[in-house]
């Protein structure tokens, strides 16, 4: 049987602790053969953005035919896209292969507090993205901008999960990294309900790319064919790994492990 090939769509991250990098490494991590179209490059470390280049979108365009002409794609995944044009390029490219399933984390602000996404694309990745998405993974802070209301509780968080769903996306998780439990519950809502995914709550400064790490675990285990709620509760149980045994690098939040042990059989931690 062939390695499935899994897709990632993002920026690229010179501290290599977010974006493709972290992408292509959980790809490795959890067993399959991982491909990048990257739509920005970053001058970035662990603490904060210098510069970002955008890549002109006909070319994000042109490494996505390159791909979906050579490869038969099992999954992937968008992260940062920083534009209405490369938005609107990528839209463009996934109806044309009829790529899926596809996972979303809509990328807006990077851990040091850098925007990555601007302020007048966010409609467009409403109206054009999250229509396509098998699943969309924000956070509580990019919940809270997709739906327009804020987020203080258990049910404000499954309010938010439904309001994303009429938005056209299949499913979505509601990440709880940002409130402050303890355990950490991610919300998985679906049109069967509502699932919950504990995790202990991991202290430690090397929070960089998490979001990243999730939604590409996530993909990966979709490309490998489970389900969604197997791959949710895959993908937490590798970022809690990868977080325990995150390596301490870098003056600010630091990356996480992406090859962390004991590695069981399938990549499952």
Request: a negative charge; aromatic letters at 2%; proline letters at 4%.
């Amino acid at each position: 049987m062939s390695q499935p090939v899994v897709l990632t769509i993002a920026g690229s991250d010179s501290g290599a602790g977010a974006g493709i990098q972290a992408d292509l490494k959980t790809f490795a991590a959890l067993g399959v053969y991982g491909v990048s179209v990257i739509t920005a490059i970053t001058a970035q470390n662990t603490v904060g953005v210098r510069a970002v280049q955008e890549i002109d979108p006909d070319v994000i365009a042109a490494q996505l035919d390159a791909l979906a002409e050579d490869f038969q794609i099992a999954a992937l995944k968008t992260g940062m896209l920083a534009s209405v044009a490369i938005i609107e390029a990528v839209v463009a490219g996934i109806k044309h292969h009829a790529l899926r399933p596809l996972v979303v984390d809509p990328v807006m602000i990077a851990k040091s507090g850098d925007r990555l996404l601007r302020e007048d694309a966010v409609e467009t990745l409403r109206r054009a993205l999250l229509p396509l998405a098998h699943v969309v993974t924000p956070n509580i802070p990019e919940a809270e901008v997709l739906t327009g209301h804020a987020i203080r509780t258990h049910e404000d968080r499954v309010a938010a999960g439904r309001a994303i769903m009429e938005l056209g996306a299949h499913a979505v998780v509601i990440k709880g990294g940002h409130s402050d439990e303890d355990p950490i519950i991610d919300l998985l809502v679906d049109s069967e309900g509502v699932h919950e995914f504990r995790a202990a709550r991991i202290v430690t400064r090397s929070t960089h790319g998490t979001g990243c790490t999730f939604s590409a675990a996530i993909a990966a285990s979709l490309g490998r064919g489970e389900d969604l709620a197997t791959a949710v509760a895959e993908a937490r149980q590798y970022l809690s790994a990868a977080l325990a045994q995150a390596p301490g690098l870098g003056h600010g939040h630091g990356p996480l492990n992406h090859f962390p042990a004991p590695k069981a059989v399938h990549g499952r931690y």
